[in-house]
T-cell receptor
């Protein structure tokens, strides 16, 4: 059974650019959530996707958007990058929306300069 | 507004002794709580959870206690081992809006000394 894989592991972008982060869910998991973890903080919920639709969103601006594909893999897109977007971005998958059995990937470390 | 708080950024204990990690929450609607452990360069891994219908849950060396009236939970690790050294996150599961999102605390870095 494969876990949650994220790519790339590290990324450096310039302020104002756009970035796409990718996540492959654990086999059998149809729900994907994305979290942002700033340095010294706990992860913060960005949004969740279930069956290719967003079904919950945290306190993040619209320039954070996502997609879920039929194979349940997912993308997180961030437009107009700001310095404060520098963080570890974590993807988590679960068997269903109200199942707390989340499996996290190792994350993508994004640095905005 | 921090709904889940871990007020101790770090904790250091001797191998073989008990580690106690604390967590407070503000929303009385939270009824499911989890602890995650995180090593550097890895994602958080699930450790143990507790539902609000219980006040204690054990899994091997790990026990979580929940005090609903105080809105407080704690994780006990007995005996502590050097491999337990990691960042520990407390999280509440918010099921509102059909989304089982996790609300995390800031984390406590545990160091277990040999």
């Amino acid at each position: 059974e494969t876990g949650v894989t994220q790519s790339p592991t590290h990324l450096i972008k310039t302020r104002g650019q756009q970035v796409t982060l990718r996540c492959s869910s654990q086999s059998g998991h149809n729900t994907v959530s994305w979290y942002q973890q700033a340095l010294g903080q706990g992860p913060q919920f960005i949004f969740q996707y279930y069956r290719e639709e967003e079904n919950g969103r945290g306190n993040f601006p619209p320039r954070f958007s996502g997609l879920q594909f039929p194979n349940y893999s997912s993308e997180l897109n961030v437009n107009a990058l700001e310095l404060d977007d520098s963080a570890l971005y974590l993807c988590a998958s679960s068997p269903q929306t109200e199942n707390y059995g989340y499996t996290f990937g190792s994350g993508t470390r994004l640095t905005v300069v | 507004d921090q709904q889940v708080k871990q007020n101790s950024p770090s904790l250091s204990v001797q191998e073989g002794r008990i580690s106690i990690l604390n967590c407070d929450y503000t929303n009385s609607m939270f009824d499911y709580f989890l602890w995650y452990k995180k090593y550097p360069a890895e994602g958080p891994t699930f450790l143990i959870s507790i539902s609000s219908i219980k006040d204690k849950n054990e899994d091997g060396r790990f026990t979580v206690f929940l005090n609903k009236s105080a809105k407080h939970l704690s994780l006990h690790i007995v005996p502590s081992q050097p491999g337990d050294s990691a960042v520990y996150f407390c999280a509440a599961c918010d099921f509102s809006g059909n989304t089982g999102k996790l609300i995390f605390g800031q984390g406590t870095t545990l160091q277990v000394k040999p």
